[in-house]
């Protein structure tokens, strides 16, 4: 059976007292299934070229509940990248 999860009102962000780039947004169970941990990829493209990518942990995550997350992704400043970012791609990478 797989994974089914669903990613809704993913922003990028400055950070709030730095320059870097922030990703926020839900991330929504449909999978079945509670999970004590489970580590999300979120990469950031311009165009076909990945620019960066981080992790997001979520313990304690149940069948359909919805849980927000807030990001920094490493090395990305804000005012320099957010206006070129053409897409981006997330998906469960682990969990237990």
Same mark, same amino acid.
């Given at each position: ?11 990028? !962000? ?8 922030? +990703? +926020? ?7 079945? $299934?509670?999970? *004590? ?7 950031? &493209?311009?165009?076909? #070229? ?8 979520? *313990?304690?995550?149940?069948?359909? !509940?919805? $849980?927000?997350?807030?990001? !920094?992704i490493?090395?990305? #400043?804000?005012h =320099?990248?957010? =206006?070129?970012?053409?897409?981006w791609?997330? &998906?469960?990478?682990?969990?237990y």
């Open positions: 059976m797989p994974l089914r999860f669903y990613y809704h009102n993913i922003e990028f !962000q400055k950070h709030k007292s730095e320059e870097w780039l922030v +990703a +926020a947004g839900e991330i929504v169970n449909k999978s079945g $299934r509670d999970f *004590n941990s489970i580590v999300f990829r979120l990469i950031v &493209y311009i165009k076909t #070229i990945p620019i960066g990518s981080t992790n997001v942990v979520i *313990n304690g995550f149940c069948n359909n !509940q919805m $849980r927000r997350f807030e990001k !920094q490493e090395e990305l #400043i804000f =320099k990248i957010v =206006k070129d970012i053409t897409h791609e997330m &998906y469960p990478e682990s969990w």
